[in-house]
Each structure stands twice: as C-alpha cells, then as structure tokens.
C-alpha cells in the first residue's frame, strides 16, 4: 500500500532555510510527476514545485530561484530545498505522487499528511 510521509518543517526565521523530505512506502509501477503543494489558512492549496519522470521541473512564480525540488529513485525519495524562506512561505506542505501503482491500473493521485512552516519576521 502506497504512503507518503513528509518530513523537515518547522519554524525558521525569514532569509533561513529548510529541507523537506517525502519519502514513499510501498511499491509503485509508473510515477509521472511528483510534486510539493502548500496550503495557508484560507486559502486554495496552491502548487510549488513539480518534477516529472523526464527529470523536468515546475516551479511556482513566488518561489522561483529560491526553491529546488529533487528526487532520489533509489531511495523513493523527493525533496523540497527551501531558501530564503519569507513570512508568505508560511503554510502546511504537502507531498504528492502521481502516476499508476500497478500495470492495470488507471492513474491515481496520492497524498501526504502535510508538514507545517512558519516563517516568521
């Protein structure tokens, strides 16, 4: 069965750095896309950065250059290398894999719990 568990938020203050991590338990068949989301307090969840199976990235506008999303095939492992994090970067993050779990399968979307960051001034 397919997990995704998040981890490396926390509060830092503004200009500081951050790490996540979202690692994946369970086999998968195909992954097209993995991809970080973040969510504030009354607001949409919003996408921050994708990477897809041919290696090429995404990124939202607000965190362009700032923000570097990776992955790690061997270890079922992606990452989100946050940098001069800012007060608006405050939200939960959410880690997400698209693409098939088996050969006969349709194509399914999976979740993390989330991981909170607070930027503070």
């Known amino acids: 069965q397919v997990q995704l568990v998040e981890s490396g938020g926390g509060l830092v203050q503004a200009g500081g750095s951050l790490r996540l991590s979202c690692a994946r338990s369970?086999?998968?068949?195909?992954?097209?896309?993995r991809a970080w989301y973040r969510q504030a307090p009354g607001k949409q969840r919003e996408l921050v950065a994708e990477i897809f199976s041919s290696g090429r990235t995404n990124y939202a506008d607000s965190v362009k250059g700032r923000f570097t999303i990776s992955r790690d095939n061997d270890r079922n492992t992606v990452y989100l290398q946050m940098n001069s994090l800012k007060p608006e970067d405050t939200a939960v993050y959410y880690c997400n894999i698209a693409g098939k779990p088996n050969s006969w399968s349709t194509n399914y979307t999976y979740w993390g719990r989330g991981t909170q960051v607070t930027v503070s001034s």
């Open positions: 369970g086999s998968f068949y195909r992954i097209n896309s």
